[in-house]
């Protein structure tokens, strides 16, 4: 109980994501399907595939490490990372290699998967082509303690700049640094044992701007039928 009710929320989170968020692009633009009169538990289940007309990028910054991974984000939804006080190697993007008709890998159809890329490295270093900057991410992932407010310039409060991100989806998550052991390990119901423990908003975040920007181009291209 004390899993779900305290640290379950990055996979709330990414769930909200793909069965909330991503709806609601698609609604909003015309490309989610309609099917009237047909009861709700009959509907066949959503498409996602058009969401790759968006081209949207969902970043991870100090998060990365709770991050439950890219299975559970959509194809056609790109992950990155922004840079924060973490200093080691992060993982990368596989390389979009086909498969070649003569090689004897003709068996596997992802080549890219097997290769070691460059920037890779064993010591656990560093690299900076694995960031980008947050201002060019449509959505962002992040754990904000707004009772114990803790920023630093690598790792600013996004959940507060209302003037760049609106909260799309938040949950609570349990601020360990400011709850008793007992109390964080274990869930019981009750204000007696609750009031020991104190929490944090753990948030998809969207980028206003860019976010409105590709809604209005996606209209756009669809209305001129080339999508």
């Not at 640094?177 to 020991?196: E, I, M, N």
């Not at 291209?221 to 999508?227: D, H, P, V, Y």
């Amino acid at each position: 109980m004390a899993l779900w009710h305290y640290y379950h929320a990055p996979m709330t989170v990414v769930w909200a994501f793909e069965t909330q968020e991503i709806p609601r692009l698609l609604n909003v633009t015309g490309l989610l399907p309609t099917y009237p009169g047909i009861p709700h538990d009959e509907t066949p289940r959503i498409d996602l595939t058009p969401i790759k007309h968006f081209d949207l990028k969902l970043c991870v910054a100090k998060e990365w490490h709770r991050f439950p991974g890219s299975y559970l984000v959509p194809d056609g939804v790109v992950i990155e990372f922004v840079k924060s006080e973490f200093n080691g190697l992060l993982p990368g993007h596989f390389e979009n290699i086909p498969a070649e008709i003569n090689s004897t890998s003709t068996l596997w159809l992802r080549p890219g998967t097997s290769r070691i890329p460059n920037t890779q490295n064993d010591l656990n270093k560093e690299e900076p082509s694995r960031y980008v900057n947050a201002n060019s991410c449509d959505y962002l992932i992040d754990l904000d303690f707004p009772l114990h407010p803790v920023e630093s310039p690598l790792e600013p409060r996004y959940a507060v700049d209302t003037k760049t991100w609106d909260r799309v989806f938040c949950r609570s998550f349990i601020d360990v640094r400011h709850s008793r052991l007992l109390t964080r390990a274990f869930w019981v119901p009750g204000q007696a044992w609750q009031k020991s423990n104190e929490f944090g908003d753990y948030c998809l975040l969207r980028n206003k701007e860019l976010v409105n920007k590709k809604e209005i181009a996606v209209k756009g291209r669809l209305s001129q039928g080339e999508i």
